[in-house]
């Protein structure tokens, strides 16, 4: 499957569920997630990223792990999201700084 990483969080452009074909987004206040048993592995999300935040399993960037089983849970507990909303009007300011986790809600 295909996993969402740290610098979608406070970037939530939203363009990666415009493309994917099975729908299996799902939304949280300031990050997205994909849930693996959904994602067919098509790809098509991944260059959509503005904040290529998209990576698919094995492809991880070190130290983001974490981000592999956090997609996985919060896929069952977030609301499937199906159409690209507004992305948070400070994103720019947000992509590309490190250690965004500890902004992550949930
Ligand atoms: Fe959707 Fe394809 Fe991305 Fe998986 S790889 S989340 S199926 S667009
Ligand atoms: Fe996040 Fe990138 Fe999608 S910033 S919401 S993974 S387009």
Redesign the pocket.
Known sequence: ??VVTENCIKCKYQD?VE????D??YEGPNFLV?HPDE????????PECPANA?FSEDEVPKGQEKYIKLNAELAEVWPNITEKGEAPADAKQWDGVSDKFQYLER
């Not at 493309?19 to 099975?22: D, G, N, S, T, Y």
């Not at 067919?40 to 999300?45: G, Q, R, T, V, Y």
């Open positions: 499957a295909f990666c493309v994917c074909p099975v299996c987004f994909i994602c067919i592995d098509c790809a098509l999300c991944e998209i």
